[in-house]
C-alpha cells in the first residue's frame, strides 16, 4: 500500500519537516510504482542542509514498509572521502559476499557488474537509498552514472540526496546527474512564512522563527523544541539557538557530544564504547532519549542533524579538537579490522591528518592509495598521496622519493592538479632518487615524465628525457626499466611515423621484457609495435595489439589499457572497419571512465567524433568534439583529436568559426612535430579553402603537404593529398599514382568516378562519395547533390548547384532544402521535437501503447514515430537503442 500524499501536520520533531511535502511524496510514490511494475527510476531530492530530505525518504519508506526493501548508504564529509563508502553500507545488508568484494578491494568495473546482476535477480521492488552524493568519491559518482544509465530495466529504486549549497556549477555530481537526464529531480522549498506561523501558533512568534529560520524545517524544529519561539524573541543565529540548547546538558553529556562531532558517519555502539569507556553506552543513551542523536537503519548513532553536529564542532578549541582527533585515531587503530578493512582506514586517515600526526599520515596515506589505484579509483589514489605528502618534509629520502613519485603517477593518469604541480614532482623524484643512487627509479621516472610533457605537446622535452633515460640505464645491467626506456623511445618514434625504427626499439623492449618477466612492460611495447604494423599494413599488427590489451585488462594495468582501446580502435578506423572500431571505442571510453582515466576518456571521445565525421554524421561528431574542446585544463595533445574534427565538421556543415578552430588546430598541432597532429588539419583547411572557391588558399595548403616525405604520409593521407591535386587542378608527380594507394583514391585519380562513389558508398562514407560524384559532374550532379543535402553539408551542396547552373545542368536538380525543424537541427541524429519526447518514453521502457497514451497520439501514429527514431539510431530493436544512449547520454537531449 502506498504512503498518503498529504501526511499529517505536526509542530514538533521529525514531521514537521513534512509539512508542504505533498508533492514531494506524490512524486516518490510515482517512482516507486513504476518500480513494482518492473521500470526502475531514479529519484534525486536537492535542498539546503536541514531541508528534511532525509525525513521525507524515512515517511515513505516507512509507509510502503512490507512491501519494499530499503537498503541506505552514507556518504561522508571526510577529507578524503572513503571509496565506494556509500555501497559498502548499502552492501551491509543487502548482499554481505559483494559487501566483501569491495571491502578486498576488488576492480571497480567487477563490482558494478556484480552490482547489476544481483540487482537483476530481484523479484520483489528494492529501494536504495544514497544519501549526500555531495560528498561521494568518484567511483560512487560512477556507480550513480552505471545505475541510472540501466535503472529503467531494474525493479530498483534508487533515491539520493544532494545539499544545494554543496554543489558549484563545476561539481561533478552536476555532471553525473547531466548524463541522467530521465531522473525524477525533487528540489525541497524552506517553509512558507504561513507554514512556520501556523507551526508557531502564534502570528508574531512565527514571524520571529521565520525572519531568523528563513523556514529551514530544521532551524525551525530546534527553536521550537528549545522553547526559543515562545519568547518571541529568536537568538542572532541559529547556531546560537542550539548552543544555548546544549548548554542546558550536564557536563557529562555535553563532553561526550563535543567527541562525538568529530565523527561525521557517526558510530556504532561498541565503538561508542570503546571510544568513551563504560560509561559511552549509557550516555549515548541518553542523548537518544533528549533527541539529540538517533539510530539509523543500521543502528549506527548519529546526531540527529547534521546541522546540529556541525555547530558543535564549530565551538571546539584547535586544542581540544586535535586531542580528539588523536583519540579517535588511537581507538581506529586499535580495531581489529585496522589494517584490513578500507572504510576504517580511511576513517583513520581523516583523523590522523586533522590531529597533525605526520608520521602516521605518512605510513597509512600510501596504503590506502595503493588499495584505491588497485580499484581503479586513480583520482582516490591521487587525493590519499596529496595527504602524505604535505608531510614529505618529515619523511626520509627514500619515502620521499616514493610519494613525489607516486604521487606524480596518480595525478598524471588521473589528470588532476596543475601539470606544473605533477612535473615539479617526477623533478623531486628524480633529484631524490639520484642523490640514493638509484638509476633504475630516475630512468622510470625520466619515462614517465617524458609521457607528461608528451601530453601536453612538448615533443622536443619528451624526446630529450627519454633519450637520457636510455643513457642512463644503459650503461647498468639489463633492467626492466631499461625495457620500459627502449618501449618509451619506440612509443615516440612510432607517434612521429618512424615506424621501422619504432617497431625495432619495441622488439628489444618485447625481448627484454620477457627476460625479465615483466608483463606490463610487454604490453607497452607489443601496442607501439602493433601499431606500428597496423598502419604500415605489415603482419600481425593487429594480433599484437590484441595480445597488448588483453594483457593490460588481465593484470589490472589500466593506463596500459587505455593506450590498447585508443591505438588499436584508431588503428581499426584507419582500415575503415568502422562497425569493430566503434565498438571498441565504446568499450573503451567506459573502461577509462571507469577507472579515473580522464584525459584518455576525452582522447578516446576525440577519435570517436572523427568516426562519426567519417560515416557522414556531422551532428553527433559536432556533438562529442564540442564535449571535448570544452573540458577544461584538458593537455593539448588529448584535446587535439576533437579540436580537429570539430573544426572540419563546422566546415562541412557552414558552421562560422570553422577557419579559426581548424588554424588553432593546425597551430598547436605544429608545436607536436608530429605528422599524425599536422596533415589531417592541413588536408582539412585544403578542403575548407576548396569550398570557399579559394584555389590560391587550397595551394598554398598543398604546398606545405608537399614538404612532408612521402614515407610519412599513410596511404589514405597520400590519396587525398592526390585527389584534392586534381581536383584544383594541380599536377600530381609521377610514380606516386600506385596500386598500394586505397581503392577509391585510386580509382578516382585513375578518372573511373562512378567507381569510386561506389566504393565510398560500401565503406558508408557518403560524404566522400558525393565529392567524387560532384567532382565528375555531368549527371551525377543531381545525386550528390541530393547525398549533400541529406548530410546537412551546406557549402559542398551549394558549391555543386553553382557548377550544375553554370554547366546549365538544372534539370533534375533537387531544390535546396527549406532545412528541418529546429529541434532536428540541434538533434545529433536529426530527430525532431515529437520523435525526442518518444525516444525519452522509449529509454524509460515504456510500450508503443503506453507512449501513445502518454502522448495522447493514436497507436499507428507513436508506431510510426518509434520506428523513425530506430532507423535514426539505425538500430534493429529497442535494446540497441538503450545501449546507445547508455553510452552516449547526450543522445537523449535536443543539444
Known amino acids: 500500500m502506498l504512503p498518503t500524499a498529504s501526511p499529517p501536520m505536526a509542530a514538533t520533531g521529525e514531521r514537521l519537516v513534512l509539512f508542504e511535502r505533498e508533492e514531494a511524496i506524490k512524486a516518490i510514490c510515482s517512482a516507486y510504482a513504476n518500480t513494482q511494475a518492473g521500470k526502475g527510476r531514479l529519484v534525486v531530492i536537492q535542498g539546503e542542509a536541514g531541508i528534511g530530505k532525509t525525513s521525507l525518504i524515512q515517511h515513505v519508506c516507512t509507509a510502503i514498509g512490507a512491501a519494499s526493501d530499503v537498503h541506505w548508504g552514507w556518504n561522508d564529509p571526510f577529507s578524503t572521502p572513503r571509496p565506494l563508502g556509500a555501497l559498502q553500507d548499502i552492501l551491509a545488508t543487502l548482499d554481505s559476499e559483494l559487501g566483501e568484494m569491495v571491502a578486498k578491494g576488488s576492480p571497480q568495473d567487477a563490482i558494478f557488474a556484480s552490482l547489476l546482476k544481483r540487482l537483476m535477480r530481484l523479484l520483489s521492488p528494492t529501494i536504495l537509498v544514497i544519501e549526500d552524493l555531495h560528498w561521494a568519491d568518484q567511483a560512487t559518482l560512477d556507480l550513480i552514472r552505471f545505475l541510472g544509465r540501466r535503472i529503467s530495466l531494474l525493479r530498483v529504486l534508487v533515491i539520493v ?25 525533487l528540489v525541497l522549498p524552506a517553509l512558507s512564512e504561513a507554514a512556520v506561523t501556523a507551526l508557531a501558533g502564534h502570528p508574531e512568534k512565527g514571524e520571529a522563527i521565520y525572519r531568523a529560520t528563513l523556514g529551514n524545517p530544521f532551524f525551525v524544529t530546534e527553536l521550537l523544541a528549545d522553547g526559543m519561539g515562545a519568547t518571541g524573541q529568536p537568538p542572532a543565529s541559529v547556531r546560537d539557538a542550539v548552543m544555548a540548547r546544549w548548554s542546558r546538558l550536564p557536563a557529562p553529556l555535553r563532553d561526550f557530544l563535543d567527541l562525538f562531532s568529530l565523527l561525521p558517519s557517526g558510530a556504532t555502539r561498541a565503538f561508542v564504547e570503546a571510544l568513551a569507556g563504560t560509561a559511552g553506552e549509557h550516555l549515548a543513551e541518553e542523548c537518544l532519549e533528549r533527541g539529540l542523536l538517533r539510530s539509523d537503519e543500521k543502528g549506527v548513532l548519529i546526531f540527529r542533524h547534521e546541522l546540529a553536529r556541525q555547530a558543535t564542532e564549530d565551538r571546539l578549541s584547535p586544542v581540544v579538537r586535535r586531542e580528539f582527533h588523536i583519540r579517535i585515531a588511537r581507538v581506529l587503530a586499535e580495531l581489529p579490522q585496522a589494517q584490513t578493512d578500507t572504510t576504517l582506514m580511511a576513517q583513520r586517515l581523516h583523523h590522523l591528518t ?69 612535473i615539479e614532482a617526477y623533478k623531486q623524484a628524480i633529484t631524490l632518487w639520484r642523490s640514493l643512487g638509484r638509476i633504475d627509479k630516475v630512468g622510470l621516472n625520466l619515462c614517465r615524465l617524458a609521457r607528461l610533457h608528451w601530453r601536453h605537446g612538448e615533443t622536443d622535452r619528451a624526446f ?115 562497425d569493430a572500431a566503434d565498438a571498441l571505442m565504446a568499450e573503451g571510453i567506459a573502461f ?96 575548407l579553402a576548396w569550398l570557399r572557391d579559394d584555389r590560391s588558399g587550397a595551394e598554398a595548403q598543398i604546398q606545405a603537404l608537399d614538404a612532408f616525405r612521402v614515407p610519412e604520409l599513410s596511404g589514405w593521407d597520400l590519396g587525398e593529398l592526390l585527389v584534392w591535386r586534381r581536383r584544383c587542378g594541380l599536377p600530381i608527380p609521377s610514380g606516386l599514382v600506385t ?157
Not at 599520515?361 to 592509495?369: F, H, I, K, Q
Not at 602524505?388 to 619523511?395: D, E, G, K, T, Y
Not at 621501422?500 to 618485447?510: C, H, L, S, T, V
Not at 556531422?618 to 577544461?632: C, D, G, L
Request: hydrophobic letters at 40%; a negative charge.
Open 161 to 185: 540526496t544532494i545539499r544545494s549549497g554543496e554543489l558549484e556549477h563545476e561539481h561533478a555530481v552536476n555532471k553525473v546527474l547531466g548524463d541522467l537526464p530521465s531522473a525524477v529531480r
Open 354 to 422: 586533522l590531529s597533525g600526526d605526520a608520521q602516521a599520515v605518512l605510513a597509512l596515506g600510501p596504503s590506502l592509495a595503493a588499495r584505491a589505484a588497485a580499484m581503479g579509483a586513480h583520482q582516490q589514489a591521487a587525493n590519499y598521496l596529496r595527504e602524505a605528502i604535505r608531510h614529505v618534509a618529515l619523511a626520509s629520502p627514500d619515502i620521499a622519493a616514493q610519494l613525489y613519485e607516486n604521487w606524480a603517477h596518480e595525478t598524471f593518469l588521473a589528470s588532476v592538479g596543475a601539470p606544473e604541480e605533477t
Open 464 to 578: 630529450h628525457y627519454t633519450e637520457q633515460a636510455v643513457g642512463e640505464l644503459e650503461v647498468l645491467p639489463p633492467s626492466a626499466e631499461l625495457a620500459l626506456a627502449f618501449s618509451t623511445r619506440s612509443q615516440f618514434l612510432m607517434l612521429q611515423d618512424r615506424f621501422e625504427d619504432a617497431i625495432a626499439w619495441g622488439r628489444r623492449a618485447i625481448e627484454l621484457s620477457d627476460e625479465l618477466g615483466r608483463a606490463e612492460i610487454r604490453a607497452h611495447a607489443l601496442n607501439n609495435v602493433g601499431t606500428a604494423l597496423m598502419i604500415t599494413r605489415g603482419p600481425d599488427g593487429d594480433k599484437l595489439l590484441e595480445e597488448s590489451l588483453s594483457i593490460a585488462l588481465d593484470h589490472g594495468f589500466h593506463d596500459h589499457a587505455s593506450r590498447g582501446y585508443t591505438n588499436y580502435s584508431e588503428c581499426l578506423m584507419i582500415e575503415r572497419a568502422f
Open 592 to 687: 577509462c571512465a571507469r577507472h579515473d582515466l580522464d584525459s584518455a576518456t576525452h582522447y578516446l571521445l576525440g577519435h570517436q567524433a572523427q568516426l562519426r565525421m567519417e560515416q557522414g554524421r556531422f551532428h553527433e561528431a559536432e556533438t562529442i568534439a564540442n564535449r571535448v574542446v570544452q573540458k577544461p585544463s584538458l593537455p593539448r595533445v588529448m584535446r587535439l583529436p576533437a579540436l580537429s574534427v570539430l573544426g572540419r565538421v563546422h566546415a562541412r556543415l557552414g558552421v562560422a568559426g570553422a577557419l579559426d578552430l581548424l588554424q588553432r588546430a593546425l597551430e598547436e598541432g605544429l608545436s607536436t612535430g608530429e605528422p599524425q597532429r599536422i596533415i589531417p588539419v592541413r588536408l582539412s583547411l585544403t578542403e
Open 739 to 895: 596500386d598500394a594507394l586505397p581503392g577509391p583514391r585510386l580509382a578516382e585519380l585513375q578518372g573511373d568516378e562512378a567507381g569510386a562513389s561506389r566504393i565510398w558508398q560500401l565503406l558508408k562514407q557518403p560524404y566522400e562519395a558525393a565529392l567524387v560524384l560532384m567532382h565528375s559532374g555531368g549527371s551525377s550532379l543531381p545525386q550528390a547533390i541530393a547525398i549533400l543535402d541529406d548530410l546537412g553539408a551546406k557549402p559542398a551542396a551549394a558549391l555543386a548547384r553553382r557548377r550544375a547552373q553554370q554547366a546549365g545542368l538544372t534539370r533534375g536538380v533537387p531544390k535546396a532544402p527549406r532545412g528541418p525543424y529546429a529541434s532536428a537541427r540541434r538533434h545529433p541524429l536529426g530527430l525532431t521535437a515529437s520523435e525526442q519526447k518518444v525516444l525519452s518514453l522509449l529509454v524509460q521502457g515504456l510500450s508503443n501503447k503506453e507512449i501513445a497514451l502518454h502522448c495522447s497520439r493514436s497507436l499507428r501514429t507513436i508506431e510510426h514515430q518509434v520506428s523513425s527514431v530506430l532507423a535514426k539510431f539505425n538500430a534493429s530493436n529497442r535494446m540497441e537503442v538503450l545501449l546507445r544512449v547508455t553510452n552516449e547520454p547526450y543522445l537523449q537531449g535536443g543539444e
